[in-house]
């Protein structure tokens, strides 16, 4: 069952790394990218709980 297990959070992981490359490019012409970008950042920061 290991492997499977990491073939998931793999797939995980490269899910969110998506999501975070969408959130770039569909900010980029926007005049608030940094504070969207610092809500991202808080975001993680709360759902890791390192906030």
Do not use: C, D, N, T
């Amino acid at each position: 069952m290991a492997p499977l297990s990491v073939f998931i959070l793999a797939l995980a992981g490269g899910a969110i790394l998506y999501a975070v490359k969408e959130l770039f490019v569909g900010v980029h012409r926007e005049a608030r990218q940094a504070l969207i970008m610092s809500a991202l950042v808080v975001g993680f920061a709360i759902g890791w709980g390192l906030v």
